[in-house]
């Protein structure tokens, strides 16, 4: 999978949401605004299913990555609330991407050993490490927004496939730390 397109893809979508967003709310931009937003959520759902159907967990979080950072970016300045949490999320993927990175390392079975072996540190049985808690607590994220009033229908199947692709996402890295596991 190409993820340098995938990520050009995603942060082509997010401009045109947040356009399409802006454009809702100026007197006679109505139309275009719709039209990119719609266009905008088109680009980030097909990018999503790519990304979902390649079952790569570096593409999977690289994807929400990508759009979580786009979202900062053209939050505006003055929603602090938005601005802290996306900057966490931002930061718990920063850690997933070490996590990912250490689990095709040769050293991961070490994670084995100090991980607690009690369930609630465990995902299928393995470490529940940064990369898991990211995902884990990404989803508590979206499932937030997906509960808000007001949601455009269209808007909230984009976000049950980012949903889905946090689920496939966590399976593929678990199939990793099998693998690491059995070295």
């Not at 993927?93 to 991961?108: H, I, P, R």
């Amino acid at each position: 999978m190409d993820l340098i397109g995938l990520a050009n893809k995603i942060t082509e979508a997010t401009t045109h949401i947040d356009s399409g967003r802006k454009g809702f709310a100026s007197r006679g931009k109505e139309q275009e605004g719709r039209i990119l937003y719609e266009d905008g959520i088109s680009e980030a759902m097909s990018a999503f299913q790519e990304a979902q159907s390649s079952t790569d967990p570096q593409a999977l979080i690289l994807a929400e990555y990508t759009f979580l950072t786009q979202e900062l970016e053209l939050c505006s300045k003055t929603d602090k609330d938005s601005i802290d949490s996306l900057t966490k999320a931002v930061q718990s993927f920063d850690d997933a991407f070490l996590a990912l990175k250490a689990v095709e390392g040769s050293g991961y079975i070490t994670a084995d050993m100090v991980f607690p072996h009690n369930g609630k540190y465990r995902v299928s049985n393995y470490p529940k490490d940064s990369y898991h808690i990211a995902c884990i607590a990404h989803r508590t994220r979206l499932k937030n927004i997906l509960r808000s009033p007001g949601i455009d229908p269209i808007e909230k199947s984009l976000l049950n496939q980012r949903l889905a692709n946090l689920a496939t996402a966590q399976s593929g890295y678990v199939e990793k730390q099998k693998k690491a596991m059995a070295n």
